[in-house]
């Protein structure tokens, strides 16, 4: 299989609203820029230096959204970069986004990561924690709450994912009920090459697959 029968397969296989981001950590500008011209529509980036090097080649034929490790001193060239910061974990990068964003003369559309898995290792916010975090992003002029992001476990079972997967769907709609002013809980980010799946069952409209489509490949 190529790059483009495998986002066309999986295209075909996903009910309408859900949106794919092709995760181009690691591939090379042409076998990104192979997988949206088969019809990928979203490239999500972990790395700014990365996705520097591979935007010239794709530039505006997609939307571009960031779901790495956020740092401080990177956010000013991911909000010039990206359409959509995934991976919000604490109020703090909020507010420098917001500065940088106000700068820009842009509102940055973003989602809250929520560490489902209560990992150390991991970012993102406790369950538990992200109504208060929200509301304080929420006051923020320059930054949009779109909605909220999990990775749960990226290897293993995938069944185990599921229960994470549960939870933030959970909190999402709970999320929703409070109508937080300047907030749209709209996206429900979850799911990569070996869960997207059951992240769907669960609830998921935007998956995040890597492997499945550029691995895969002979
Ligand atoms: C790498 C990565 C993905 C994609 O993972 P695959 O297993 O390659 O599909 C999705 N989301 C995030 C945040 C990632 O870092």
Redesign the pocket.
Known sequence: MAIRDNIQQILNELPQPIQLVV?G?SRRPDEVLEAVKAGAKIV?E?FVQHAEWIYPFIKNKAKWHF??RLQRNKVKKVVALFDMIESVGSTKIAEEIDKRSFQLGKVMPVLVEINSGREKTKTGVFPEDAALMIQQIATLQNVKVMGLMT?GT?FGDPESSRVYFTETKELFDQLKELSIPNVDMKYLSMG???SYQIAIEEGANII?????IFDNVT
């Open positions: 995760v950590k999500g972990n779901i790495g990775i990226r990569m090459s070996n995040r697959i890597g492997t499945r």
